[in-house]
């Protein structure tokens, strides 16, 4: 698994979560890697997902369930461990957390901490803090920094969980529990927080709840929303699973704080070779995609979410009747150029839901003030698509 975001959709937590797996004696497995991976929806119509790591020695299988809680600040993974060679308790397993928080490698800090006899290890940095437990007994933690003393290299060295650190302050860090692989079934959640008590908390309430029941709740939320949609996957030579997938992406993209706040993508282009100060990618708000998002949920039969677009932009529309080319879910501007069409295209969504038999009037002192910017800078901006330029 790897970024999650928290507290809005622009803001990344994790480089990743993984498992590794050894005997303790001869190998060495890091998932993803040493494994091959099949995912599924763990249901059509909603976006959790059934991932299966399949060692390629084809020692074991490593089997999750992977959601939101509904009720809680929390990814909850449910995990079952599977030995094809041997017995399960002749392996050993282990969950490594890379905490990214607030879209940053550098400057987090870690500890491993121990409440009520449930272990947690907890990642900060500035005024987010996450928390990673388990419903199954944690047998060893460490808190190492990358590169360094973390726990891959840990096993790496000789199969063997021997490097004990209690805290990992004010660097690039990564976490690592040892997990009782021959418990059978477990739970692992992620929760997230202003600090570290709050992270703990919101874990808390996931694990004090049976993974099914929060399985339910989660699709029955999103089957609610899916099923008020338009048919369209009968218009789809694939059928309806690639509609189902496009909708579920689209409804994702928005922050579910700030109603209409839709991003360009979940995604940093190139993301491998970037570094702290790129790590923004597209976790931002473009006027053009964000349109562009409204019209798509328009033709899915979805005419809510694109009035929640429309106020959206108007709470971020400049005082020239302009919106810069990109900002945060805030509105404050990340590239403050200004392209016209990213002023044409508000204007262009709100006659199209007008004409639709939307309530779009009280939109109209927005519009005006974007089409004077129009009038005023036409035809071209000082910045305009490369792709475009003719």
Same mark, same amino acid.
Request: hydrophobic share 40%; charged share 25%.
């Given at each position: 698994?790897?970024?999650?975001?928290?507290?809005?959709?622009?803001?990344?937590?994790?480089?990743?979560?993984?498992?590794?797996?050894?005997?303790?004696?001869?190998?060495?497995?890091?998932?993803?890697?040493?494994?091959?991976?099949?995912?599924?929806?763990?249901?059509?119509?909603?976006?959790?997902?059934?991932?299966?790591?399949?060692?390629?020695?084809?020692?074991?299988?490593?089997?999750?369930?992977?959601?939101?809680?509904?009720?809680?600040?929390?990814?909850?993974?449910?995990?079952?461990?599977?030995?094809?060679?041997?017995?399960?308790? #002749?392996?050993?397993?282990?969950?490594?957390?890379?905490?990214?928080?607030?879209?940053?490698?550098?400057?987090?800090?870690?500890?491993?901490?121990?409440?009520?006899?449930?272990?947690?290890?907890?990642?900060?940095?500035? #005024?987010?803090?996450?928390?990673?437990?388990?419903?199954?007994?944690? /047998?060893?933690?460490? &808190?190492?920094?990358?590169?360094?003393?973390?726990?891959?290299?840990?096993?790496?060295?000789?199969?063997?969980?021997?490097?004990?650190?209690?805290?990992?302050?004010?660097?690039?860090?990564?976490?690592?529990?040892?997990?009782?692989?021959?418990?059978?079934?477990?739970?692992?959640?992620?929760?997230?927080?202003?600090?570290?008590?709050?992270?703990?908390?919101?874990?808390?309430?996931?694990?004090?709840?049976? !993974?099914?029941?929060?399985?339910?709740?989660?699709?029955?939320?999103?089957?609610?929303?899916?099923?008020?949609?338009?048919?369209?996957?009968?218009?789809?030579?694939?059928?309806? $699973?690639? !509609?189902?997938?496009?909708?579920?992406?689209?409804?994702?993209?928005? #922050?579910? $704080?700030?109603?209409?706040?839709?991003?360009?993508?979940?995604?940093?282009?190139?993301?491998?070779?970037?570094?702290?100060?790129?790590?923004?990618? !597209?976790?931002?708000?473009?006027?053009?995609?964000?349109?562009? $998002? &409204?019209?798509?949920?328009?033709?899915?039969?979805?005419?809510?979410?694109?009035? #929640?677009?429309?106020?959206?932009?108007?709470?971020?529309?400049?005082?020239?009747?302009?919106?810069?080319?990109?900002?945060? /879910?805030?509105?404050?501007?990340?590239?403050?150029?200004?392209?016209?069409?990213?002023?044409? /295209?508000?204007?262009?969504?709100?006659?199209? /839901?007008?004409?639709?038999?939307?309530?779009?009037?009280?939109?109209?002192?927005?519009?005006?003030?974007?089409?004077? !910017?129009?009038?005023?800078?036409?035809?071209?901006?000082?910045?305009?698509?490369?792709?475009?330029?003719?």
């Amino acid at each position: 698994m790897t970024e999650v975001f928290y507290p809005s959709v622009d803001v990344a937590n994790i480089k990743d979560l993984r498992f590794l797996v050894t005997d303790g004696k001869s190998f060495f497995d890091e998932e993803g890697v040493h494994t091959r991976e099949t995912i599924e929806y763990i249901d059509p119509k909603a976006p959790g997902y059934l991932v299966r790591s399949r060692a390629l020695s084809g020692a074991y299988t490593i089997t999750k369930r992977i959601i939101t809680d509904p009720g809680a600040n929390c990814v909850v993974i449910n995990t079952a461990f599977e030995a094809h060679k041997g017995n399960a308790k #002749d392996y050993r397993l282990f969950v490594l957390f890379a905490p990214h928080i607030k879209n940053q490698g550098a400057s987090n800090s870690g500890r491993c901490a121990e409440y009520d006899g449930r272990g947690y290890m907890i990642a900060w940095r500035e #005024d987010i803090a996450a928390a990673l437990t388990c419903s199954a007994p944690f /047998l060893n933690m460490s &808190a190492g920094f990358s590169g360094a003393s973390d726990g891959w290299h840990d096993l790496k060295d000789n199969y063997v969980m021997d490097w004990m650190y209690e805290r990992a302050e004010g660097g690039n860090i990564a976490l690592t529990a040892e997990l009782p692989a021959g418990s059978g079934e477990f739970d692992i959640v992620l929760g997230f927080g202003k600090d570290d008590v709050e992270a703990v908390i919101e874990a808390n309430k996931s694990l004090e709840r049976r !993974y099914a029941a929060i399985e339910r709740e989660f699709v029955k939320c999103w089957k609610k929303y899916m099923g008020g949609l338009a048919p369209l996957g009968r218009q789809s030579a694939a059928g309806p $699973a690639l !509609y189902y997938a496009s909708a579920m992406v689209l409804k994702t993209h928005e #922050d579910k $704080a700030r109603k209409g706040g839709v991003i360009a993508s979940l995604s940093v282009p190139w993301g491998s070779a970037k570094g702290d100060r790129d790590a923004m990618g !597209y976790h931002l708000v473009w006027p053009r995609d964000l349109v562009k $998002a &409204a019209l798509a949920f328009m033709a899915m039969g979805d005419m809510s979410t694109p009035l #929640d677009i429309l106020s959206f932009l108007r709470s971020t529309q400049n005082q020239d009747g302009s919106w810069p080319q990109n900002m945060r /879910l805030d509105g404050t501007a990340h590239w403050p150029a200004v392209q016209l069409d990213e002023v044409a /295209l508000p204007v262009i969504l709100a006659w199209r /839901l007008k004409g639709m038999g939307s309530p779009v009037d009280d939109f109209y002192p927005m519009v005006k003030s974007a089409a004077s !910017y129009i009038v005023r800078n036409g035809p071209v901006t000082e910045q305009e698509r490369w792709e475009e330029n003719g």
